[in-house]
């Protein structure tokens, strides 16, 4: 019998080496590099919601403010705090007392929105505070693919 | 045709070949490792300063106010003089209402190599009135 001819076999040795070695470095760079997307995916979403939690606390400085000057209006007035805030504002009953709803969102889409409900006090002799925070969400889009339709890979559409 | 020799030629082109892929593996892999750090680092210092923010906005706060901490490299409080990491808060008053709105900016500096690792801007309405 003829003995196997061993020539050339440290190159495809060699070669197979290198292809782990690619293989391994690549896998490790890919991973490095979603990570690092991940991240910066995160701050971008934190970027995001604190810039619309800026713009919920200016929405509900100037409700406050206008809380103020209805509370004032009601006492020169000699009306109820009950007349003054449903001829002003959308309020809705809530308990024994009315809830006031707002919405911001950070486009006009809507695809990212914080909602808060807050009860209105209505006794005029309360000074320090003008409504409590009852409900305060944040709610986003779901994440969509485009263009990417997932099939049933067992029984495929004809077209 | 003479073969001898064949062997020799061939591992000497065989380590010329793995010498310059193994240098090219070993800054990817080095490349990796400190991209790896940074977005570990970023990871960590959001946590710390939406923390710190969210501590902030739970305080009654009647007057600008500044906070300043410091991390060592493992992201553990530590004292000025042994800090890599500084976070920094201000909290000011807003000028564009009479009272109870205030601009909180929050950053983290890498004390080392004297940059500005991140920063973030909001606001927050404090309704209870002293």
């Given at each position: 019998?003829?003995?196997?001819?061993?020539k050339?076999?440290?190159?495809?040795?060699?070669?197979?080496?290198?292809?782990?070695?690619?293989?391994?470095?690549?896998?490790?760079?890919?991973?490095?590099?979603?990570?690092?997307?991940?991240s910066?995916?995160?701050?971008?979403w934190?970027?995001?919601?604190?810039?619309l939690?800026?713009?919920?606390?200016?929405?509900?400085?100037?409700?406050d403010?206008?809380?103020?000057?209805?509370?004032?209006?009601?006492?020169?007035?000699?009306?109820?705090?009950?007349?003054?805030y449903?001829?002003?504002?959308?309020?809705?009953?809530?308990?024994?007392?009315?809830?006031?709803?707002?919405?911001?969102?950070?486009?006009?889409d809507?695809?990212?929105?914080?909602s808060v409900?807050?009860?209105?006090?209505?006794?005029?002799?309360?000074?320090?505070?003008n409504?409590?925070?009852?409900?305060?969400?944040?709610?986003?889009?779901?994440f969509e693919?485009?263009?990417?339709?997932?099939?049933?890979?067992?029984?495929?559409?004809?077209? | 045709?003479?073969?001898?020799?064949?062997?020799?030629?061939?591992?000497?082109?065989?380590?010329?070949?793995?010498?310059?892929?193994?240098?090219?593996?070993?800054?990817l892999?080095?490349?990796?490792?400190?991209?790896?750090?940074?977005?570990?680092?970023?990871?960590?210092?959001?946590?710390?300063?939406?923390?710190?923010?969210?501590?902030?906005?739970?305080?009654?706060?009647?007057?600008?106010?500044?906070v300043?901490k410091?991390?060592?490299?493992?992201?553990?409080?530590?004292?000025?003089?042994?800090?890599?990491f500084?976070?920094?808060l201000?909290?000011?008053?807003?000028?564009s209402?009479?009272?109870?709105?205030?601009?909180?900016?929050?950053?983290?500096?890498?004390?080392?190599?004297q940059?500005?690792?991140?920063?973030?801007?909001?606001?927050?309405?404090?309704?209870?009135?002293?």
């Amino acid at each position: 019998m003829k003995p196997l001819d061993k020539k050339g076999a440290t190159s495809v040795l060699i070669i197979l080496l290198m292809v782990v070695l690619m293989v391994f470095g690549l896998t490790i760079l890919t991973t490095t590099l979603s990570n690092k997307s991940l991240s910066d995916k995160k701050q971008a979403w934190l970027d995001e919601y604190y810039d619309l939690e800026g713009q919920v606390a200016l929405e509900l400085a100037s409700v406050d403010s206008q809380l103020d000057q209805l509370k004032l209006d009601a006492k020169t007035n000699g009306q109820s705090l009950e007349t003054v805030y449903s001829d002003n504002l959308e309020i809705i009953p809530y308990k024994d007392g009315y809830k006031l709803f707002l919405q911001v969102a950070s486009d006009e889409d809507y695809s990212k929105y914080i909602s808060v409900e807050l009860e209105l006090i209505m006794d005029p002799d309360i000074n320090e505070t003008n409504y409590r925070i009852i409900a305060y969400s944040e709610t986003q889009d779901l994440f969509e693919y485009e263009d990417i339709k997932f099939g049933n890979p067992f029984f495929p559409d004809k077209d | 045709m003479n073969k001898k020799g064949f062997t020799l030629i061939e591992i000497i082109f065989s380590v010329a070949f793995l010498s310059v892929v193994s240098v090219v593996m070993l800054n990817l892999l080095v490349t990796s490792f400190q991209i790896e750090n940074e977005t570990d680092t970023m990871d960590v210092a959001i946590i710390h300063l939406s923390s710190e923010i969210e501590t902030i906005k739970s305080q009654a706060i009647n007057d600008d106010k500044t906070v300043y901490k410091y991390y060592n490299e493992l992201w553990l409080e530590s004292d000025e003089k042994d800090a890599t990491f500084r976070l920094e808060l201000h909290v000011k008053k807003n000028l564009s209402h009479d009272r109870g709105l205030y601009d909180i900016e929050g950053l983290i500096y890498h004390i080392t190599n004297q940059e500005q690792i991140l920063e973030l801007e909001t606001k927050h309405y404090y309704h209870v009135k002293e």
